[in-house]
């Protein structure tokens, strides 16, 4: 068993290592294709001001007056070496920018991909019990909703609901304005976090609860469960013996395979609530030219992706027995 275990981690770090060159190739192909001036990105509204001389020397210090394939190599080498460079926007290392942002954005999906969860799990187990019924076509008709409904729109929505007109969630930041960081309290992170949380994790409710519902539907109908509903065994009963385990590994590995999902809502979240956070650093790289900050960003996601499904693959091979058996007969 570990020794499988061991050879499937050595299989998916080689995967991890192709996949993270691919990506670095493309990404740097794309970026330095683009149509945004990173000089005019990194001058901002002095542009003006710049003459050619002050654009080469800029060019120089950062090296984008050289050829693209140089540029990649010297980054590609200096990545091998543990060094992600300096951010353009920020000033500073992008490892601390990474780091401080990531912090922020991880305790934001967390609760988003609990919430949702949760909350899909109990939905579409409830809707399979209840099939057919007005409870099932409400859960149905709300996940064909939520399923069709852009994350930015959600997230406009419960402003305008929760912060403008009823007062109870601050409207958007991470922290309140004008107060010393010694200031803040863990409550306060909390509140600004609540809303942008509530809006990523709605919308990932559809696609486990939907796919939860047809799961548990397909085991009701299995000659096992007709057999157990023949010697009496109803409700929930009926679903902790039979369903529970059936569904739950399905929906594991389904919510951690919703990684990138995940990761692509609270891009949009954070900037609807200007949470600071690694997803609008992101849109900040992007549109301000900063390569460095975001060629670390997209190689940061990839792992974080990859990560979510090894995972999922994991726990389904440590909780289901024929996994295990399958790989011994194979």
Same mark, same amino acid.
């Given at each position: $068993?570990?020794?499988?275990?061991? %050879?499937?981690?050595?299989?998916?770090?080689?995967?991890?290592?192709?996949?993270?060159?691919?990506?670095?190739?493309?990404?740097?192909?794309?970026?330095? &294709?683009?149509?945004?001036?990173?000089?005019?990105?990194?001058?901002?509204?002095? /542009? $003006?001001? /710049?003459?050619?001389?002050?654009?080469?020397?800029?060019?120089?210090?950062?090296?984008?007056?050289?050829?693209?394939?140089?540029?990649?190599?010297?980054?590609? =080498?200096?990545?091998?070496?543990?060094?992600?460079?300096?951010?353009?926007?920020?000033?500073?290392? +992008?490892?601390?920018?990474?780091?401080?942002?990531?912090?922020?954005?991880?305790? @934001?999906?967390?609760?988003?991909?609990?919430?949702?969860?949760?909350?899909?799990?109990?939905?579409?187990?409830?809707?399979?019990?209840?099939?057919?019924?007005?409870?099932? #076509?409400?859960? #149905?008709?709300?996940?064909?909703?939520?399923?069709?409904?852009?994350?930015?729109? $959600?997230?406009?929505?419960?402003?305008? /609901?929760?912060?403008?007109?009823?007062?109870?969630?601050?409207?958007?930041? =991470?922290?309140?304005?004008?107060?010393?960081?010694?200031?803040?309290?863990?409550?306060? &992170? +909390?509140? &600004?976090?609540?809303?942008?949380?509530?809006?990523? =994790?709605?919308?990932?409710?559809?696609?486990?609860? @939907?796919?939860?519902?047809? %799961?548990?539907?397909?085991?009701?109908?299995?000659?096992?469960?007709?057999?157990?509903?023949?010697?009496?065994?109803?409700?929930?009963?009926?679903?902790?013996?039979?369903?529970?385990?059936?569904?739950?590994?399905?929906?594991?590995?389904?919510?951690?395979?919703?990684?990138?999902?995940?990761?692509?809502?609270?891009?949009?979240?954070?900037?609807?609530?200007?949470?600071?956070?690694?997803?609008?650093?992101?849109?900040?790289?992007?549109?301000?030219?900063?390569?460095?900050?975001?060629?670390?960003?997209?190689?940061?996601?990839?792992?974080?992706?990859?990560?979510?499904?090894?995972?999922?693959?994991? @726990?389904?091979?440590?909780?289901?027995?024929?996994?295990?058996?399958?790989?011994?007969?194979?």
């Amino acid at each position: $068993m570990i020794g499988r275990l061991l %050879k499937a981690a050595a299989w998916r770090a080689v995967r991890l290592i192709l996949l993270l060159v691919a990506v670095s190739v493309v990404s740097f192909a794309l970026v330095s &294709h683009s149509p945004v001036d990173p000089i005019q990105a990194y001058v901002g509204a002095d /542009v $003006m001001r /710049v003459g050619p001389e002050q654009r080469a020397q800029i060019a120089e210090y950062w090296g984008l007056d050289r050829p693209p394939a140089e540029r990649f190599l010297q980054w590609a =080498g200096a990545l091998l070496r543990g060094d992600l460079g300096a951010s353009m926007i920020y000033r500073m290392p +992008v490892a601390e920018v990474i780091g401080e942002r990531f912090a922020n954005s991880l305790a @934001l999906m967390s609760a988003a991909w609990l919430l949702s969860g949760l909350i899909g799990f109990a939905a579409g187990s409830l809707a399979a019990m209840k099939e057919g019924t007005w409870i099932d #076509r409400l859960i #149905r008709w709300y996940c064909y909703v939520l399923a069709s409904t852009p994350t930015f729109w $959600m997230g406009l929505l419960l402003v305008i /609901v929760f912060a403008v007109w009823l007062g109870w969630f601050p409207v958007a930041l =991470g922290v309140p304005a004008g107060v010393m960081a010694g200031q803040v309290s863990w409550w306060d &992170h +909390v509140r &600004h976090m609540i809303l942008p949380a509530l809006t990523l =994790g709605i919308v990932g409710i559809s696609g486990i609860a @939907l796919h939860t519902r047809q %799961k548990l539907l397909d085991v009701l109908s299995s000659e096992y469960v007709l057999f157990a509903r023949a010697r009496g065994e109803r409700g929930w009963t009926l679903f902790r013996r039979h369903g529970l385990r059936n569904v739950a590994l399905p929906a594991i590995t389904l919510q951690f395979a919703s990684f990138s999902e995940l990761f692509g809502g609270a891009v949009l979240a954070e900037q609807v609530f200007s949470y600071p956070g690694l997803g609008q650093a992101t849109v900040e790289a992007g549109l301000r030219g900063d390569i460095p900050l975001l060629l670390a960003i997209v190689l940061f996601s990839a792992i974080f992706v990859f990560i979510g499904n090894a995972i999922g693959d994991l @726990l389904y091979r440590l909780i289901d027995p024929r996994t295990r058996e399958g790989g011994r007969s194979a």
